[in-house]
């Protein structure tokens, strides 16, 4: 698959990535699940504006991750995909560089408690987030961009 329709190599900041772009729901679908497997990395995926395909994308040591899963010893793969895979292994994150830690979902419930509480900061204590990520989900219920689920 990444042969054929994906990308690896290096962002311009000098990160390895690893990348697939794709019409079909399906294989975009099992490359994020495929790669959680892998990684632990998950991804959520939607077609894009432009041309209506997933771009699913995984960067740094995921990428090195996948990419060492896809591009083993001896594997049947282009020779280009076959070094960049080999290429991008020799990156290490330098020791400034912070690992984000993982995302918190937002559920129906703390929805519910941020529309009740009204108010950033005190739904940043109640929810154990920080309050700009209230305020934005905030603005995100209200404006329509997230629907929350009747109780």
């Known amino acids: ?9 290096w ?5 390895p990535f690893l990348s697939l772009t794709s019409a079909s729901t399906a294989i975009a679908a099992y490359l994020c699940h495929y790669g959680k497997k892998i990684t632990g990395t ?10 209506g395909v997933y771009n699913v994308c995984y960067y740094k040591e995921a990428a ?8 083993y010893d001896d594997c049947l793969a282009l020779a280009h995909k076959q070094a960049n895979a080999d290429a ?3 990156w290490v994150r330098p020791a400034h560089m912070k690992v984000a830690p993982p995302r918190r979902r937002w559920t129906a419930q ?8 009204d108010d950033p900061a005190a739904a940043a204590t109640a929810l154990n987030r920080t309050e700009q990520s209230c ?10 961009r997230v629907i929350v689920p009747p109780q």
């Open 1 to 9: 698959m990444i042969d054929a329709d994906g990308s690896l190599g």
């Open 11 to 15: 962002t311009a900041q000098g990160f």
């Open 42 to 51: 998950g991804r959520t995926t939607s077609r894009n504006t432009r041309d």
């Open 64 to 71: 090195q991750q996948l990419a060492a899963h896809f591009y």
């Open 88 to 90: 991008i292994q020799s």
């Open 110 to 117: 703390d929805d519910r408690e941020l529309l009740g509480l």
């Open 135 to 144: 305020a934005m989900r905030l603005w995100r219920i209200r404006s329509g």
